[in-house]
């Protein structure tokens, strides 16, 4: 279930990444337009939010929001270091 919640997790944080300019151009090579803006970032919240929701319903409350804020970080260093990696790569 763990899975699950990192893959959710993943799909939140790249969305809310996309929906940033400067993210956006480093995949894409545009910049994004105000409606995908808004649509990635009605993507990448609610899916954070089921994500801890799956989670607390999996491990309880206790374990599951902890297990939901160590699989967070690690998701979001794994987006962060993606960031970066395609940014020097594009430089």
Known sequence: MYVLVFLLLMLGL???CLSM?????????????????RL???????????????AVNA???????????GLFTVAMLLCAFTMTFLGAKKS
């Open 14 to 16: 790249v969305a809310l």
């Open 21 to 37: 300019n400067r993210h956006h151009r480093q995949v894409f090579s545009t910049s994004v337009s105000a409606s995908r803006q």
């Open 40 to 54: 990635l970032r009605l993507i990448g919240y609610p899916v954070l939010i089921l994500s801890a929701i799956v």
């Open 59 to 69: 491990y309880g409350v206790g374990l599951g929001l902890t297990l939901y804020t």
